[in-house]
C-alpha cells in the first residue's frame, strides 16, 4: 500500500480531537468500518471521560419515558409519514386528559421521568388547547418533564396562532414545557425536504426554532433521518448545520440518528442496513464535536445493532420506550426492557446508568 501523507494527517488530527470539514467527513466516510468506528470510539472517549467524576467513560446512560402521540391528524402529508391520517378517517385521534394522565402515571410506576409529546400539525386545535394540557400535567405530576412540541410543531403554531416563536416558546414554557424534542430534523437540506415533506418546516425554520428556544434557557435534542433520497454530501451538510447551529446557540444536549424505515409510506428507497447506519453514526460523532452526547438508535437498528453502535460513537442507548406509534407504523418494531438494556451495555464491560433530559445520573 502507498503511504498517504494527507490521509495519516487527517487520522491524527481526529484522534487528538481536531475539528473536520466537510471534504474530510466525505473522505473519512471512505475508510473501513472498524477504522471509522475506532476512531468515533475515541472521539466519544475524548467527549464523555470528564462527566460523572471523570467515570463518563465507563457509563453508558438511557432514559425511561414515554413517546405520546397527542393527535394523529395532521395537513402535511410527509412522504416518509406512515403514522397522519386525516380529521375524517375512522381511526383519527385526539388525546383526551384521562387518557393522558393514565400514560403518565403508567409511566411514573416503571420510574420514568418524562414524556416525549409530539403529534401531527393539526388544523383545528387552540393554543389554549396546548396551555391547558401543559399546565395539567405540570399541577398534577410535578417535577415530570415535559419534553415536547418538535420544531416543525412550532413552525406550524407560528403559521395557524400569528404569534412570533418568542412569545409561543415562553407561553409555552410558563405553562410547563421543560424542553424540545428534535424530531422533523430529517435532513436539514432544502431540496432534500422538497422531495420527501414539500409542506413541512424547512431547514432554517427548524433551526430558528431551535435557536429562540436555546436562547430562551430551554435544551433540545438534534436528529437525523437517513437512508432515503439524500446523498452522502446531504448527510454531511445536515451535520455542518447542526454543528454551527450548536456553535451559536449550545442548547443541543444530544444527537440522535435513525435510519428511513420505508413500510406504509408513499417514499420508496433502499432499507439502510447496520454497516451503512453505524459508519453515519461514526462520522456523525466526529463531526459533531460539539455534542456531548449521541445515542445509538436500537430502535430503527434492532438490539444488537443498537449494542455495537456503543463502541462506533454512541454513549447513550436512548429511551426504553414504553410508548412509541410513529416508526413502529413504518415497520420498526423492536421492543427492549430495563433488564435489556443493562444486559446489553454490561455484556460490553461499561455501567448502565438511568438518566433524565439533561444527562443528569437518577438515584
Ligand atoms: S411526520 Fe409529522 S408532520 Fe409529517 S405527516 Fe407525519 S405527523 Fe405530519
Redesign the pocket.
Known sequence: MIYDASLDELLQKVWTGGRIDAAEAKRLYTLPLEELGALADRRRQLAKTPDFDGRGNEIVTYIVDRNINYTNV?N???KF?A??RTEKEADAYVITLPELDKKIEETLACGGTQMLIQG??HPKLTKQWYLDLLSHVKNKFPGFNIHGFSP?EFIHFREVFNEPLETLIQDFVKAGLGSIPGG?GEILVDRVRQRI?PL?AMSDDWLEVMDVAHRLGLASSATMMFGHVETVEDRIEHLERLRAQQDKSKGFTAFIAWTFQAEHTKLRAPTVGAHEYLRMQALSRIYLDNFKNVQSSWVTQGLEIGQVALKYGANDLGSIMLEENVVSQAGATFRMTVPDMHRLIQDLGLEPRQRNNWYQLVN
Open positions: 395532521c402535511v402529508y410527509c409519514c403514522f397522519y401531527g400539525h416543525s422533523g415533506a413541512k
